[in-house]
């Protein structure tokens, strides 16, 4: 029982470390206390949110959850685009003083409920969507999320399909699209607490910048070290897409998730996190 519980936990001890590190650097170097609370606020609401969704009962499916989340997903995405923006660059809804990073929330859940179309045979659904997505993204532009978007469902689009010309089509047409984005990267500046996080903590002294760059690294391993038993592939692919959004910070100005300000990826992370873990408590029920 006792290690049931621990597990209900394990997102919030896993997004804790580089979440309270970024909140200390941008603290000590005099970043608003409105800014800062936001990080806090998420992560304590989203652990307990991800706790009681872990340890919750999961009841039978009367609904095509797959389809309203992708439908739910795509049209937040399009609002992206009707949103004023920033020289440019759309990736945000504004809600009152707070801007949604749209992408870094609903990314990692779309890869998921998109591999789950695909495991029931809706190879087309899957393929259009997949191309839809990838479109909203290059329009934003966000060569980041786009990049970490594609991969994954390249690898997944191949081990679901039997046709190489299908295989080779999307994915040449998907990578035609994420080089296009690096080649035209936006030209919007850094900000020194959110894609330049790092920075901050290494002027903040060596060992903050050291904590901060392996809680970092720990942030994927849960998927690919402790896949789901029945959905590695797609476990090891949501690992990839984190993987691909902390290396593509350092090639551009992308934000630095978790550690950086911003509430967006918190939430992306713990959605992420309590689908792998939900299924590690389920199969431990069983056990009993």
């Known amino acids: 029982m006792k290690k049931v519980r621990l597990l209900n936990f394990i997102p919030l001890i896993i997004a804790a470390p580089p979440v309270i590190i970024g909140v200390i650097v941008m603290y000590l170097h005099n970043v608003a206390v409105f800014t800062v609370g936001q990080n806090i606020f998420c992560l304590l609401i989203g652990g307990l949110i991800s706790s009681f969704v872990v340890s919750r009962k999961e009841k039978k499916k009367g609904i095509n959850t797959e389809s309203i989340t992708i439908f739910v997903s795509v049209i937040l995405l399009f609002l992206t685009l ?82 190489n010309i299908i295989r080779f089509s999307i994915a040449g047409a998907l990578l035609i699209m994420a080089v296009v984005s690096w080649v035209y990267l936006d030209a919007l500046p850094p900000v020194s607490y959110v ?10 002294g ?31 692919c949501i690992g990839i897409y984190f993987i691909i959004i902390l290396i593509s910070t350092q090639f551009g100005n992308f934000p630095i998730p978790l550690m950086g300000y911003g509430i967006s990826p918190i939430i992306g992370y713990f959605i992420a996190i309590t689908w792998l873990v939900k299924d590690k408590v389920k199969k431990k029920n069983q056990i009993k």
Do not use: C
């Open 82 to 163: 009707i949103n004023s923006g920033m020289e440019g660059v759309h990736r945000w809804i504004s809600l009152g003083p707070i801007k949604f990073y749209v992408a870094s929330i609903v990314l990692p859940i779309v890869i998921i409920k998109l591999s789950g179309l695909l495991v029931n045979g809706k190879q087309w659904a899957t393929i259009i969507t997949t191309i839809i997505v990838s479109l909203l993204l290059l329009r934003q532009p966000d060569a980041s999320q786009l990049t970490a978007f594609i991969i994954p469902m390249i690898i997944l689009i191949w081990n679901n399909t039997r046709n």
């Open 195 to 204: 894609e330049e996080i790092l920075s901050l903590a290494a002027n903040t």
């Open 206 to 236: 060596i060992i903050w910048f050291v904590l901060g760059v392996i809680s970092l690294i720990i942030l994927p391993l849960p998927f690919i070290i402790f896949p789901q038993k029945n959905s590695k592939l797609i476990s090891r």
